[in-house]
């Protein structure tokens, strides 16, 4: 038996294109389920998966998502039946990936679709609407892949059957060779904001193998850190190591490159074991090849390279960002230390780097200091985030959490 993949799309409208996808697959040995989530028309010929099923999945029907007369309402019917189905059926075996296929009603779909499958169930998605920044970063599944189905719009041409052909062998290559993440060793989840900026992980890393956990460090530039979010929420770590939550601050000063409103909240609120730090919670992101906003024209700027910049906030703009971590850690279910390093939070802060300012730093820490909730246990640190003592700290609280049983030995 190959590899079978879940077709989703509007088989009333979209029939020829998705029957083209299933013939690709088909025709490179894999097999297809196709789902229809149409609702004012009928594909062709009966899918394996009608949208009458849909509907019903979502506790409505095609009546009532008709009766509604509006389409964003009738598509969110089929969305919450679609997710629904789709988590189901995979976990009883029926599938091994999904491809969906749409403008941007099926892209508003396949987004909740995808969302609703485990990580390493490949994802693939073809839309008109690819990469766009109608996107929301929240709304996707930390390993979804996005193909833009150029001239695609109403019916096949060359063009199109490009796109899709790989479309198709990419999603059944996928399915054939993905190693879905392994249980057999506790995982550690970390963030980070690159290697040179934050070096804890290069030390970490072998001493938390040594304890028997795996690693997984999470870049944290927007994506980075709702893919850990993500993963959070679906309890897939023993600890979480969050020493990047720089994402709050960019969603708190209105940067684009943010992980969402709920960033540094998934793990407390299930109750994971973590162990936070500020790093680089001093500065907030900007795409780099837009102008800068002109809130931030005053500000000391570093150019990390042509797709990424970061301002450096001022001590009010650090106060306000330290309320913010310290309500959302204030939601914490589980065990929450906090280290705040007095020294700087990463290595453009070091004395004499470009983006040192003492006071501010100060200014920031006064303000945790002050705001920490009562459920945290906030541990000062005379020292620099990158340096040993940092990892030492972790690896104490770390072994103390093991030795009271608060995660479980490997």
Known sequence: MGNRILIAGTFDTKDDELSYLAARILSQGGEVLRMDVSVLGDPASPTEISKHQVAAEAGSSIAAAIAAMDENTAMQIMALGAARLARRLHAEGRFDGVLVLGGSMGTDLALDLCAALPLGVPKYVVSTVSFSPMIPPERLAPDIQMILWAGGLYGLNPVCKAALSQAAGAVLGAARAVEPPSRSRPLIGMTSFGKTVHRFMVALKPALQARGFDLAVFHATGMGGRAFESLSAQGAFAAVLDFAPQEVSNHLMGSAI???????????LAGIPQIVAPGCSDLVDLVGWQPTPDRFANHPLHAHNRLLSSVVLTADERRAVARSLCAKLARATGPTTLILPSHGLHEWDRPGAPL?????????????RSQCPANVQLIPLDAHIND?????????????WLNQGLIARP
């Open 258 to 268: 943010t992980a969402g409103p709920d960033r540094l909240t998934a793990a407390g």
């Open 356 to 368: 040192c300012d003492p006071a501010a730093h100060a200014a920031f820490c006064d303000e945790i």
């Open 388 to 400: 040993q003592a940092f990892t030492d700290t972790v690896l104490q609280i770390l072994d103390a």
